[in-house]
């Protein structure tokens, strides 16, 4: 019953998710099973024939899914110009953060950033830490709002956990 409640209002409130590992095949099996569900529009991030070839291989439908490179040179010069205006007080170049973007965690989080996708999912093959980094660099942390001015929670605009960064 909770399941299905949760498909239904993702249904109804359909997403763009960027899914960053795309050479993970339970990442592949996942995304066939949300794309056939008609759960949410997906972006899986790798080389297009790679990605689709192994899913031919494990007898899988994602072909409603955008695979996009990490490495598509239009996305990382864009993406890069952001990075490195936002980590500027950090010394980060236009030339340093076009390396940086093509890190499949670092580009999903710069879709998020800017607009291209409302969420990512990651965590399946990388740690934790190599997952939210980039979040923190670049979503960061917003003050919770409170009743009370003595109070200092802190939150995250971005439902960040090992697995998700959501705008």
């Known amino acids: 019953m909770f399941e299905y409640g949760l498909i239904e209002q993702a249904r109804t409130d359909r997403r763009h998710i960027v899914l960053p590992e795309g050479e993970d095949d339970r990442i592949l099996r996942a995304a ?3 794309l ?3 759960i ?3 972006t899986i991030l790798g080389e297009e024939a790679e990605v689709r070839g192994r899913a031919t291989e494990l007898g899988i439908d994602i072909g409603a ?3 996009l490179s990490p490495r598509d040179p239009d996305h990382v010069a864009r993406f890069a110009a952001e990075y490195a205006r936002l980590r500027a007080h950090k010394g980060i170049t236009v030339g340093q953060a076009a390396d940086i973007v093509t890190d499949v965690s670092y580009f999903g989080t710069m879709m998020v950033h800017l607009g291209l996708a409302d969420g990512m999912v990651s965590g399946a093959a990388h740690t ?3 997952t939210i980094r980039p979040a923190f660099e670049i979503i960061k942390t917003a003050r919770a709002s409170t009743s009370s001015p003595a ?3 802190w939150r995250s605009p971005t439902a960040c956990s090992s697995t998700a960064t959501a705008r």
């Open 32 to 34: 066939a099973s949300v």
């Open 40 to 42: 949410a529009d997906l």
């Open 36 to 38: 056939a569900r008609g």
């Open 128 to 130: 934790t830490a190599h």
């Open 65 to 67: 899914a955008r695979i």
């Open 151 to 153: 109070s200092s929670s």
